[in-house]
Protein backbone atom coordinates (compact mmCIF):
# COMPACT_ATOMS: atom_id res chain seq x y z
CA UNK A 1 0.00 0.00 0.00
CA UNK A 2 3.05 2.50 0.37
CA UNK A 3 4.01 1.90 -2.48
CA UNK A 4 0.85 2.70 -4.28
CA UNK A 5 0.52 5.92 -2.22
CA UNK A 6 4.39 6.57 -2.82
CA UNK A 7 3.48 5.99 -6.75
CA UNK A 8 0.48 8.33 -6.45
CA UNK A 9 2.36 11.10 -5.43
CA UNK A 10 5.72 10.29 -7.68
CA UNK A 11 3.19 10.31 -10.90
CA UNK A 12 1.55 13.56 -9.98
CA UNK A 13 4.37 15.41 -9.03
CA UNK A 14 6.45 14.07 -11.73
CA UNK A 15 3.29 15.54 -14.50
CA UNK A 16 2.46 18.72 -13.48
CA UNK A 17 5.54 19.43 -12.24
CA UNK A 18 8.45 18.11 -13.55
CA UNK A 19 7.65 17.36 -16.95
CA UNK A 20 6.21 20.95 -17.86
CA UNK A 21 9.77 22.47 -16.34
CA UNK A 22 11.48 19.66 -18.27
CA UNK A 23 9.57 20.14 -21.46
CA UNK A 24 9.83 24.04 -21.33
CA UNK A 25 13.59 24.39 -20.87
CA UNK A 26 14.50 23.01 -23.76
CA UNK A 27 12.37 24.91 -26.03
CA UNK A 28 14.70 28.34 -25.43
CA UNK A 29 17.82 26.67 -27.50
CA UNK A 30 15.86 25.01 -30.35
CA UNK A 31 14.54 26.80 -33.66
CA UNK A 32 14.04 24.70 -36.42
CA UNK A 33 14.34 21.77 -34.57
CA UNK A 34 17.98 22.30 -33.80
CA UNK A 35 19.78 23.30 -30.96
CA UNK A 36 21.01 26.92 -31.28
CA UNK A 37 21.72 29.52 -28.95
CA UNK A 38 20.73 32.06 -31.17
CA UNK A 39 16.94 32.67 -29.76
CA UNK A 40 18.34 32.74 -25.89
CA UNK A 41 20.87 35.53 -27.03
CA UNK A 42 18.79 37.45 -29.43
CA UNK A 43 16.65 37.93 -26.61
CA UNK A 44 19.33 38.65 -24.14
CA UNK A 45 20.42 41.52 -26.45
CA UNK A 46 17.37 43.18 -27.14
CA UNK A 47 16.74 46.51 -25.84
CA UNK A 48 13.44 45.66 -24.73
CA UNK A 49 14.44 43.12 -22.47
CA UNK A 50 17.35 45.04 -21.24
CA UNK A 51 15.14 47.50 -20.22
CA UNK A 52 12.51 45.14 -18.85
CA UNK A 53 15.27 43.50 -16.78
CA UNK A 54 16.72 46.44 -15.52
CA UNK A 55 12.98 47.75 -14.59
CA UNK A 56 12.10 44.52 -13.12
CA UNK A 57 15.76 44.62 -10.54
CA UNK A 58 15.06 48.21 -9.96
CA UNK A 59 11.46 47.18 -8.65
CA UNK A 60 12.56 44.27 -6.75
CA UNK A 61 15.33 46.08 -5.13
CA UNK A 62 13.38 48.94 -4.13
CA UNK A 63 10.62 46.93 -2.35
CA UNK A 64 13.16 44.50 -0.76
CA UNK A 65 14.96 48.11 0.56
CA UNK A 66 10.94 49.72 1.06
CA UNK A 67 10.21 46.34 3.17
CA UNK A 68 13.39 46.08 4.92
CA UNK A 69 13.06 49.36 6.78
CA UNK A 70 9.57 49.05 7.92
CA UNK A 71 9.67 45.24 8.58
CA UNK A 72 12.95 45.30 11.13
CA UNK A 73 12.34 48.90 12.72
CA UNK A 74 8.64 47.98 13.67
CA UNK A 75 10.03 44.36 14.72
CA UNK A 76 12.64 45.75 17.13
CA UNK A 77 10.27 48.34 18.45
CA UNK A 78 7.63 45.64 18.94
CA UNK A 79 9.66 43.00 20.17
CA UNK A 80 12.29 45.00 22.55
CA UNK A 81 9.76 47.65 23.96
CA UNK A 82 6.93 48.00 25.99
CA UNK A 83 4.02 50.32 24.14
CA UNK A 84 0.27 50.38 24.61
CA UNK A 85 -1.00 48.75 22.04
CA UNK A 86 1.34 46.20 21.08
CA UNK A 87 -0.91 43.14 20.46
CA UNK A 88 -3.46 45.93 18.21
CA UNK A 89 -0.33 46.68 16.13
CA UNK A 90 0.72 43.23 15.98
CA UNK A 91 -2.63 42.24 14.34
CA UNK A 92 -3.17 45.58 11.93
CA UNK A 93 0.52 45.41 10.64
CA UNK A 94 -0.22 41.42 9.22
CA UNK A 95 -3.29 42.64 7.66
CA UNK A 96 -1.65 44.23 4.30
CA UNK A 97 -0.71 40.81 3.65
CA UNK A 98 -4.19 40.12 2.80
CA UNK A 99 -4.82 42.04 -0.13
CA UNK A 100 -3.22 41.71 -3.44
CA UNK A 101 -1.44 44.87 -4.81
CA UNK A 102 -3.14 43.37 -7.51
CA UNK A 103 -6.73 44.19 -6.05
CA UNK A 104 -5.25 47.15 -4.42
CA UNK A 105 -4.27 48.63 -7.11
CA UNK A 106 -7.53 48.95 -8.43
CA UNK A 107 -8.69 51.31 -5.75
CA UNK A 108 -4.91 52.91 -5.66
CA UNK A 109 -5.00 54.50 -8.25
CA UNK A 110 -7.87 56.60 -7.73
CA UNK A 111 -5.54 57.71 -4.65
CA UNK A 112 -2.40 58.38 -6.04
CA UNK A 113 -3.63 59.67 -9.50
CA UNK A 114 -2.37 62.84 -10.85
CA UNK A 115 -5.95 64.51 -9.50
CA UNK A 116 -6.69 61.63 -7.08
CA UNK A 117 -7.50 61.78 -3.19
CA UNK A 118 -4.16 62.70 -2.19
CA UNK A 119 -3.33 65.33 -4.51
CA UNK A 120 -6.49 67.06 -3.90
CA UNK A 121 -6.72 66.81 -0.33
CA UNK A 122 -3.34 68.44 -0.50
CA UNK A 123 -4.56 71.21 -2.60
CA UNK A 124 -7.32 71.81 -0.04
CA UNK A 125 -5.14 72.04 2.87
CA UNK A 126 -2.54 74.23 0.59
CA UNK A 127 0.10 71.86 1.42
CA UNK A 128 1.13 71.68 -2.50
CA UNK A 129 0.78 74.26 -5.26
CA UNK A 130 0.60 71.58 -7.96
CA UNK A 131 -0.20 68.13 -8.59
CA UNK A 132 2.56 65.51 -7.18
CA UNK A 133 2.87 62.61 -9.71
CA UNK A 134 3.00 60.37 -7.07
CA UNK A 135 3.15 57.20 -9.19
CA UNK A 136 5.69 58.23 -11.92
CA UNK A 137 5.81 56.16 -14.85
CA UNK A 138 4.02 53.27 -12.75
CA UNK A 139 7.02 51.71 -11.95
CA UNK A 140 6.73 54.13 -8.56
CA UNK A 141 2.99 53.01 -7.61
CA UNK A 142 3.78 49.27 -8.31
CA UNK A 143 7.08 49.73 -5.94
CA UNK A 144 4.64 51.55 -3.09
CA UNK A 145 1.97 48.81 -3.20
CA UNK A 146 4.30 45.85 -3.54
CA UNK A 147 6.16 47.09 0.14
CA UNK A 148 2.82 47.68 1.43
CA UNK A 149 1.80 44.74 0.88
CA UNK A 150 5.20 42.53 1.31
CA UNK A 151 6.78 44.42 4.19
CA UNK A 152 4.92 41.56 6.78
CA UNK A 153 7.11 38.93 5.39
CA UNK A 154 10.12 40.75 6.72
CA UNK A 155 8.54 41.44 9.76
CA UNK A 156 7.49 38.26 11.23
CA UNK A 157 10.79 36.68 10.02
CA UNK A 158 12.29 39.60 12.38
CA UNK A 159 10.09 39.04 14.93
CA UNK A 160 10.96 35.59 15.00
CA UNK A 161 14.32 35.86 15.30
CA UNK A 162 14.47 38.21 17.96
CA UNK A 163 12.81 36.42 20.08
CA UNK A 164 15.15 33.15 19.68
CA UNK A 165 18.43 34.41 21.02
CA UNK A 166 19.63 35.77 24.26
CA UNK A 167 20.56 39.57 25.01
CA UNK A 168 23.32 39.25 26.80
CA UNK A 169 25.43 39.81 23.71
CA UNK A 170 23.95 42.83 22.94
CA UNK A 171 24.49 43.82 26.83
CA UNK A 172 28.30 42.97 26.78
CA UNK A 173 28.84 45.14 23.94
CA UNK A 174 26.93 47.89 25.57
CA UNK A 175 28.80 47.24 28.81
CA UNK A 176 32.56 47.50 26.48
CA UNK A 177 31.33 51.34 24.77
CA UNK A 178 29.66 50.25 21.94
CA UNK A 179 26.95 52.50 20.95
CA UNK A 180 23.44 51.74 19.47
CA UNK A 181 24.10 51.48 15.88
CA UNK A 182 27.44 49.31 16.26
CA UNK A 183 25.70 46.63 18.46
CA UNK A 184 22.90 46.59 16.20
CA UNK A 185 25.64 45.71 13.07
CA UNK A 186 28.05 44.29 15.03
CA UNK A 187 25.98 41.89 17.04
CA UNK A 188 21.99 42.15 16.24
CA UNK A 189 22.15 42.01 12.38
CA UNK A 190 24.30 38.95 12.08
CA UNK A 191 22.49 37.13 14.45
CA UNK A 192 19.16 37.99 11.94
CA UNK A 193 20.96 36.90 9.30
CA UNK A 194 19.36 33.33 8.28
CA UNK A 195 15.63 35.36 9.04
CA UNK A 196 16.40 38.17 7.25
CA UNK A 197 17.70 36.48 4.37
CA UNK A 198 14.77 33.48 4.21
CA UNK A 199 12.48 36.77 3.87
CA UNK A 200 14.72 38.90 1.31
CA UNK A 201 14.31 35.54 -1.09
CA UNK A 202 10.83 35.32 -0.80
CA UNK A 203 10.19 39.48 -1.06
CA UNK A 204 12.43 39.81 -4.12
CA UNK A 205 11.19 36.86 -6.18
CA UNK A 206 8.02 37.52 -5.49
CA UNK A 207 8.05 41.03 -6.63
CA UNK A 208 10.40 39.99 -9.62
CA UNK A 209 7.36 38.12 -10.76
CA UNK A 210 4.37 39.88 -9.63
CA UNK A 211 2.34 40.03 -12.69
CA UNK A 212 -1.53 41.65 -11.58
CA UNK A 213 0.13 44.79 -10.43
CA UNK A 214 1.60 45.65 -13.37
CA UNK A 215 -1.37 45.04 -15.52
CA UNK A 216 -3.97 46.66 -13.35
CA UNK A 217 -1.06 49.95 -13.86
CA UNK A 218 -0.53 49.33 -17.41
CA UNK A 219 3.07 48.84 -16.93
CA UNK A 220 4.65 46.87 -19.55
CA UNK A 221 8.12 47.05 -19.52
CA UNK A 222 8.65 44.40 -16.68
CA UNK A 223 9.50 40.48 -17.60
CA UNK A 224 6.10 39.02 -16.23
CA UNK A 225 4.21 41.51 -18.34
CA UNK A 226 6.28 40.26 -21.38
CA UNK A 227 6.01 37.09 -20.28
CA UNK A 228 2.30 37.46 -20.10
CA UNK A 229 2.48 38.67 -23.71
CA UNK A 230 4.57 36.22 -25.41
CA UNK A 231 1.82 33.24 -24.58
CA UNK A 232 -0.39 34.48 -27.37
CA UNK A 233 2.17 33.73 -29.79
CA UNK A 234 4.36 31.23 -28.13
CA UNK A 235 4.15 28.94 -31.40
CA UNK A 236 5.62 31.26 -33.73
CA UNK A 237 7.87 33.20 -30.91
CA UNK A 238 10.42 31.37 -29.05
CA UNK A 239 11.22 34.43 -26.75
CA UNK A 240 8.87 33.73 -24.05
CA UNK A 241 10.82 30.51 -23.27
CA UNK A 242 13.73 32.06 -23.07
CA UNK A 243 12.47 35.04 -20.60
CA UNK A 244 10.86 32.32 -18.60
CA UNK A 245 14.08 30.46 -18.10
CA UNK A 246 15.53 33.75 -17.43
CA UNK A 247 12.71 33.88 -14.35
CA UNK A 248 13.86 30.47 -13.66
CA UNK A 249 17.16 30.90 -13.30
CA UNK A 250 17.15 33.84 -11.03
CA UNK A 251 14.78 32.15 -8.61
CA UNK A 252 17.54 29.39 -8.09
CA UNK A 253 20.52 31.58 -8.10
CA UNK A 254 18.83 33.67 -5.33
CA UNK A 255 17.28 30.73 -3.23
CA UNK A 256 20.81 29.21 -3.99
CA UNK A 257 22.66 32.19 -2.59
CA UNK A 258 20.39 32.39 0.56
CA UNK A 259 21.42 28.62 1.91
CA UNK A 260 24.76 29.22 1.38
CA UNK A 261 25.06 32.57 3.06
CA UNK A 262 22.73 31.10 5.87
CA UNK A 263 24.71 28.11 6.06
CA UNK A 264 28.37 29.68 6.20
CA UNK A 265 27.15 32.10 8.60
CA UNK A 266 28.90 31.74 11.91
CA UNK A 267 26.69 33.53 14.01
CA UNK A 268 24.87 31.67 17.28
CA UNK A 269 24.26 32.25 20.49
CA UNK A 270 24.50 28.82 21.80
CA UNK A 271 22.24 28.91 24.77
CA UNK A 272 18.77 29.44 25.37
CA UNK A 273 17.07 33.02 25.12
CA UNK A 274 16.94 35.00 28.35
CA UNK A 275 17.14 38.32 29.59
CA UNK A 276 14.53 39.41 27.10
CA UNK A 277 12.53 41.58 29.15
CA UNK A 278 10.79 44.96 27.69
CA UNK A 279 12.42 48.03 27.33
CA UNK A 280 10.27 51.40 27.83
CA UNK A 281 10.52 54.31 26.27
CA UNK A 282 10.53 57.87 27.76
CA UNK A 283 7.04 59.20 27.52
CA UNK A 284 7.74 61.25 24.32
CA UNK A 285 9.25 58.52 22.54
CA UNK A 286 6.46 56.51 23.46
CA UNK A 287 4.03 59.08 22.04
CA UNK A 288 6.38 59.79 19.32
CA UNK A 289 6.20 56.41 18.07
CA UNK A 290 2.59 55.73 18.63
CA UNK A 291 2.27 58.16 15.79
CA UNK A 292 4.41 56.60 13.52
CA UNK A 293 3.07 53.34 14.20
CA UNK A 294 -0.53 55.06 13.68
CA UNK A 295 0.54 56.56 10.45
CA UNK A 296 2.27 53.25 8.63
CA UNK A 297 -0.94 51.45 10.02
CA UNK A 298 -2.67 54.02 8.36
CA UNK A 299 -0.80 54.05 5.42
CA UNK A 300 -0.71 49.84 5.14
CA UNK A 301 -4.51 49.91 5.21
CA UNK A 302 -4.79 52.51 2.25
CA UNK A 303 -5.28 49.79 -0.32
CA UNK A 304 -7.84 48.41 1.62
CA UNK A 305 -9.63 51.30 2.22
CA UNK A 306 -9.94 52.53 -0.84
CA UNK A 307 -11.48 49.41 -2.81
CA UNK A 308 -14.05 49.12 -0.30
CA UNK A 309 -14.60 53.09 -1.35
CA UNK A 310 -14.30 52.16 -4.75
CA UNK A 311 -16.92 49.49 -4.04
CA UNK A 312 -19.31 52.10 -2.54
CA UNK A 313 -18.69 54.72 -4.59
CA UNK A 314 -21.44 56.03 -7.28
CA UNK A 315 -19.87 59.30 -8.24
CA UNK A 316 -15.95 59.36 -7.03
CA UNK A 317 -14.40 62.16 -9.89
CA UNK A 318 -12.25 65.48 -8.68
CA UNK A 319 -13.20 64.26 -4.90
CA UNK A 320 -11.43 63.64 -2.22
CA UNK A 321 -13.78 61.19 -1.25
CA UNK A 322 -16.92 59.87 -3.25
CA UNK A 323 -19.44 61.88 -3.69
CA UNK A 324 -22.40 59.63 -3.65
CA UNK A 325 -22.78 55.52 -2.19
CA UNK A 326 -24.62 52.76 -3.64
CA UNK A 327 -24.65 49.19 -2.25
CA UNK A 328 -25.78 48.27 -6.11
CA UNK A 329 -22.24 46.72 -7.21
CA UNK A 330 -22.35 43.97 -4.36
CA UNK A 331 -25.76 43.39 -5.95
CA UNK A 332 -24.69 43.40 -9.59
CA UNK A 333 -21.81 40.91 -8.10
CA UNK A 334 -24.37 38.00 -7.78
CA UNK A 335 -26.14 39.27 -11.26
CA UNK A 336 -23.80 40.10 -13.31
CA UNK A 337 -22.89 37.11 -16.06
CA UNK A 338 -19.27 37.49 -15.88
CA UNK A 339 -18.94 38.02 -11.90
CA UNK A 340 -21.15 35.03 -11.51
CA UNK A 341 -19.39 32.78 -13.53
CA UNK A 342 -15.63 33.44 -11.90
CA UNK A 343 -17.42 32.88 -8.13
CA UNK A 344 -18.57 29.44 -9.20
CA UNK A 345 -15.48 29.00 -11.13
CA UNK A 346 -12.86 29.67 -8.59
CA UNK A 347 -14.75 27.75 -5.96
CA UNK A 348 -15.12 24.53 -8.07
CA UNK A 349 -11.27 25.35 -8.93
CA UNK A 350 -9.92 25.86 -5.27
CA UNK A 351 -12.53 23.73 -3.80
CA UNK A 352 -10.93 20.34 -6.25
CA UNK A 353 -7.31 21.58 -5.72
CA UNK A 354 -8.20 21.92 -1.79
CA UNK A 355 -9.50 17.92 -2.09
CA UNK A 356 -6.53 16.80 -4.15
CA UNK A 357 -4.07 18.82 -1.73
CA UNK A 358 -5.54 16.82 1.19
CA UNK A 359 -5.02 13.41 -0.21
CA UNK A 360 -1.43 14.14 -1.59
CA UNK A 361 -0.58 16.02 1.71
CA UNK A 362 -1.44 12.82 3.62
CA UNK A 363 -0.03 10.42 1.45
CA UNK A 364 3.24 12.54 1.73
CA UNK A 365 2.90 13.82 5.01
CA UNK A 366 2.21 10.35 6.19
CA UNK A 367 5.13 8.65 3.91
CA UNK A 368 7.46 10.79 5.31
CA UNK A 369 7.16 10.82 8.44
CA UNK A 370 6.04 7.00 8.63
CA UNK A 371 8.63 4.87 6.23
CA UNK A 372 11.98 5.12 5.76
CA UNK A 373 12.77 4.16 2.20
CA UNK A 374 15.04 5.40 -0.42
CA UNK A 375 13.62 8.61 -2.43
CA UNK A 376 12.77 9.49 0.67
CA UNK A 377 14.55 12.79 0.12
CA UNK A 378 13.47 13.15 -3.56
CA UNK A 379 10.02 13.01 -2.08
CA UNK A 380 10.43 15.78 0.03
CA UNK A 381 12.10 17.98 -2.25
CA UNK A 382 9.44 17.81 -4.73
CA UNK A 383 6.69 18.59 -2.58
CA UNK A 384 8.83 21.48 -1.30
CA UNK A 385 10.07 22.71 -4.42
CA UNK A 386 7.46 24.63 -5.25
CA UNK A 387 7.89 27.24 -2.85
CA UNK A 388 10.88 28.50 -5.65
CA UNK A 389 9.04 28.54 -8.49
CA UNK A 390 7.24 31.47 -9.82
CA UNK A 391 3.31 31.46 -10.82
CA UNK A 392 4.08 33.07 -14.24
CA UNK A 393 6.52 30.72 -14.70
CA UNK A 394 4.88 27.39 -13.99
CA UNK A 395 1.36 29.01 -15.61
CA UNK A 396 3.44 29.16 -18.97
CA UNK A 397 5.03 25.98 -18.81
CA UNK A 398 1.42 24.40 -18.43
CA UNK A 399 0.41 26.64 -21.56
CA UNK A 400 3.07 25.52 -23.86
CA UNK A 401 4.22 21.78 -22.33
CA UNK A 402 0.17 20.87 -22.80
CA UNK A 403 -0.28 22.69 -25.74
CA UNK A 404 -2.53 20.74 -28.71
CA UNK A 405 -3.23 18.02 -25.89
CA UNK A 406 -6.79 17.94 -24.27
CA UNK A 407 -5.07 19.47 -21.46
CA UNK A 408 -4.72 22.83 -23.81
CA UNK A 409 -6.01 25.35 -21.80
CA UNK A 410 -7.13 27.32 -24.85
CA UNK A 411 -9.86 24.69 -25.05
CA UNK A 412 -10.76 24.09 -21.70
CA UNK A 413 -8.47 25.49 -18.46
CA UNK A 414 -10.12 23.68 -15.72
CA UNK A 415 -7.95 20.54 -14.74
CA UNK A 416 -4.57 22.83 -15.30
CA UNK A 417 -5.86 25.43 -12.55
CA UNK A 418 -7.01 22.74 -10.55
CA UNK A 419 -3.48 21.32 -10.81
CA UNK A 420 -1.55 24.39 -10.42
CA UNK A 421 -3.42 25.56 -7.44
CA UNK A 422 -2.58 21.81 -6.38
CA UNK A 423 1.16 22.03 -6.75
CA UNK A 424 1.70 25.76 -5.52
CA UNK A 425 -0.06 25.32 -2.39
CA UNK A 426 1.05 21.42 -1.62
CA UNK A 427 3.96 23.05 0.62
CA UNK A 428 1.29 24.12 3.20
CA UNK A 429 -0.45 21.07 3.47
CA UNK A 430 2.90 18.99 3.32
CA UNK A 431 4.67 20.87 6.01
CA UNK A 432 1.05 21.09 8.41
CA UNK A 433 0.48 17.21 8.30
CA UNK A 434 4.00 16.22 8.32
CA UNK A 435 4.06 17.90 11.55
CA UNK A 436 1.14 16.40 12.83
CA UNK A 437 2.57 13.08 12.36
CA UNK A 438 5.50 14.03 14.01
CA UNK A 439 3.89 15.27 17.05
CA UNK A 440 1.67 12.01 17.19
CA UNK A 441 2.91 8.74 18.85
CA UNK A 442 3.04 5.71 17.20
CA UNK A 443 2.77 3.51 19.89
CA UNK A 444 -1.06 4.05 19.47
CA UNK A 445 -0.98 2.66 16.24
CA UNK A 446 1.30 -0.13 17.07
CA UNK A 447 -1.35 -1.12 19.92
CA UNK A 448 -4.04 -0.73 17.34
CA UNK A 449 -2.54 -2.96 15.43
CA UNK A 450 -1.65 -5.44 18.04
CA UNK A 451 -5.37 -5.73 18.48
CA UNK A 452 -5.88 -6.84 15.03
CA UNK A 453 -7.14 -3.67 13.32
CA UNK A 454 -6.00 -3.09 9.81
CA UNK A 455 -4.38 -0.44 8.88
CA UNK A 456 -7.19 1.24 7.09
CA UNK A 457 -9.42 1.10 10.13
CA UNK A 458 -6.73 2.19 12.66
CA UNK A 459 -5.62 5.36 10.60
CA UNK A 460 -9.30 6.40 9.97
CA UNK A 461 -10.28 5.66 13.87
CA UNK A 462 -6.98 6.40 15.78
CA UNK A 463 -4.48 8.59 13.35
CA UNK A 464 -6.75 10.82 11.38
CA UNK A 465 -8.78 12.44 14.65
CA UNK A 466 -5.39 13.77 16.41
CA UNK A 467 -4.04 15.41 12.49
CA UNK A 468 -7.44 16.50 11.58
CA UNK A 469 -7.45 20.13 12.79
CA UNK A 470 -3.95 20.75 10.90
CA UNK A 471 -5.67 18.76 7.85
CA UNK A 472 -8.53 21.26 8.07
CA UNK A 473 -6.53 24.05 9.36
CA UNK A 474 -3.79 23.30 5.98
CA UNK A 475 -6.92 22.60 3.65
CA UNK A 476 -8.17 25.91 4.68
CA UNK A 477 -4.88 27.98 3.70
CA UNK A 478 -4.96 25.95 0.51
CA UNK A 479 -8.86 27.03 -0.82
CA UNK A 480 -8.04 30.86 0.60
CA UNK A 481 -4.70 31.05 -1.55
CA UNK A 482 -6.61 29.32 -4.68
CA UNK A 483 -9.82 31.34 -4.33
CA UNK A 484 -7.27 34.12 -4.64
CA UNK A 485 -4.67 33.78 -6.90
CA UNK A 486 -3.99 35.74 -9.68
CA UNK A 487 -0.61 34.77 -12.07
CA UNK A 488 -1.65 31.23 -12.61
CA UNK A 489 -5.23 32.12 -13.63
CA UNK A 490 -4.25 35.29 -15.45
CA UNK A 491 -2.32 33.02 -17.83
CA UNK A 492 -4.49 30.07 -18.38
CA UNK A 493 -7.60 31.24 -18.78
CA UNK A 494 -8.72 32.08 -22.14
CA UNK A 495 -12.23 32.33 -22.55
CA UNK A 496 -14.53 34.30 -20.10
CA UNK A 497 -16.49 31.17 -19.12
CA UNK A 498 -13.36 29.63 -17.89
CA UNK A 499 -12.14 32.68 -16.29
CA UNK A 500 -11.60 32.87 -12.14
CA UNK A 501 -12.20 35.69 -10.24
CA UNK A 502 -8.75 37.48 -10.40
CA UNK A 503 -9.27 37.20 -14.59
CA UNK A 504 -12.64 38.58 -13.73
CA UNK A 505 -11.59 41.75 -11.80
CA UNK A 506 -8.61 42.28 -14.61
CA UNK A 507 -11.29 42.14 -17.18
CA UNK A 508 -13.61 44.56 -14.95
CA UNK A 509 -10.73 46.52 -14.22
CA UNK A 510 -9.90 47.73 -17.65
CA UNK A 511 -13.57 48.35 -18.36
CA UNK A 512 -15.11 52.12 -18.41
CA UNK A 513 -18.37 52.75 -16.54
CA UNK A 514 -18.46 50.91 -13.57
CA UNK A 515 -16.00 48.22 -14.00
CA UNK A 516 -13.26 49.19 -11.39
CA UNK A 517 -16.71 49.86 -9.00
CA UNK A 518 -18.05 45.97 -9.65
CA UNK A 519 -14.50 44.85 -9.97
CA UNK A 520 -13.78 46.24 -6.18
CA UNK A 521 -16.46 44.69 -5.18
CA UNK A 522 -15.50 41.39 -5.99
CA UNK A 523 -12.40 42.09 -4.63
CA UNK A 524 -13.81 43.35 -1.27
CA UNK A 525 -16.09 39.53 -0.97
CA UNK A 526 -12.88 37.85 -1.94
CA UNK A 527 -10.68 39.31 0.54
CA UNK A 528 -13.74 38.74 3.16
CA UNK A 529 -13.48 35.02 2.46
CA UNK A 530 -9.77 35.11 2.59
CA UNK A 531 -9.94 36.58 6.04
CA UNK A 532 -12.44 34.43 7.36
CA UNK A 533 -10.69 31.51 5.82
CA UNK A 534 -7.41 32.28 7.90
CA UNK A 535 -9.80 33.16 10.78
CA UNK A 536 -11.47 29.17 10.92
CA UNK A 537 -7.69 27.51 10.02
CA UNK A 538 -5.82 29.29 12.87
CA UNK A 539 -8.60 27.98 15.54
CA UNK A 540 -8.64 25.01 13.94
CA UNK A 541 -4.49 24.17 14.01
CA UNK A 542 -4.50 26.14 17.59
CA UNK A 543 -1.66 28.27 16.14
CA UNK A 544 -1.30 32.27 16.25
CA UNK A 545 -2.53 34.18 13.06
CA UNK A 546 1.41 35.16 11.89
CA UNK A 547 2.33 31.92 12.46
CA UNK A 548 0.68 30.78 9.06
CA UNK A 549 2.95 33.77 7.78
CA UNK A 550 6.11 32.96 9.08
CA UNK A 551 8.51 31.64 6.79
CA UNK A 552 11.11 30.92 9.31
Known amino acids: MKKLFLGIALVFLGFFLIYPLVWLLPQSFIANGRFTLKVFTSVLSSSLVHRCLVNSFVLAGATLVGTSVIGISLAIVLTRYRLPGAMFYRVVFILPMIVSPFVGAIGMQQILARFGSLNLLLLRLKLISGAIPWMGSGLLGIAILQTLHLYPIMYLNISAALSNFDRASEEAAASLGACSWETFWTITFPLLRPAYFAACAIIFIWSLTDLGTPLVFEFKYLLPVQIFNAVSDINVNPAGYSLVVIILL ?303
Open 250 to 552: ISAILFWLTRRMVERSPYTTGRTPINNQLTSFSRKATVAVSLGLIFLAGVSLLPHLSIILNSFSERWFFSVLPSRYSTRFYTAVFRHPLTKTGLVNSLVYSGLATLVDISLGLIIGYLLARWKFRGRLLLDTLAMIPLAIPGIALAFAYCTAFSGTFLDPRNNPAILLVAIYSVRRLPFLVRTIFASFQQLNENTEEVSASLGAKPATTFRRIVLPQIAPGVMAGGIMVFAFSMMGVSSGLVLAFRQRHFPISKVIYTLAGRLTDGPNLASALAVLGTLLLAACLMVATRLARRHFREFFSTV
